[in-house]
């Protein structure tokens, strides 16, 4: 049987994806809406979910690197075993980086980051309006590519579970035991 993970890291996990995907399909959304005071409302409330996702890998990161994942099947290969480590890896460094290249460009941009529209977040580099155009680029393209990881890590598992059958994606599935 193979173990499952904790369930402080299985709710991190499901509350980090449902996050993300809300955060990056408001993102996407925003971009798209004429220049209004809604789109000014959205891009806040935008911000204030990034804000909130990289407390929350933070916090991931501590309970990761405090508690240890469950081994990987027994079968599986070096490569496998070097891919779900760099894949994890990656997704973590994108989690942090999305977010970050949000505040810089914002920050960059003279436009502050108002977390919950109570707490004004503090201005990381000088307003500077190339550097902000250059990170606003650089949190798109970081933001795609999240996406294509995280697409990666769902077809990985769904491998694992529809091909390999091996309960891998029962170990963090909610509420209910490894296969």
Known sequence: MIQRYTNTAIF??????IGLTATFVLGFYVEGLPFSPNK???IAWHKWAGMALLGLVVLRVVWR?????PALPGDTTPFGRLAA???HLVLYVLMVAVPATGWL????QGVPVVWLGVWQLPDLVAKNQELGNFLQGAHMVLNYVLAATVLGHIAAALHHHYIKKDGLLARMWPGRPAA
């Open 105 to 108: 460009a914002s920050s960059a």
């Open 85 to 87: 480590c760099l894949g």
């Open 12 to 17: 991190l996990h499901w509350l980090m994806a």
């Open 65 to 69: 690197l405090t508690h240890r994942a």
């Open 40 to 42: 000014l409302k959205l």
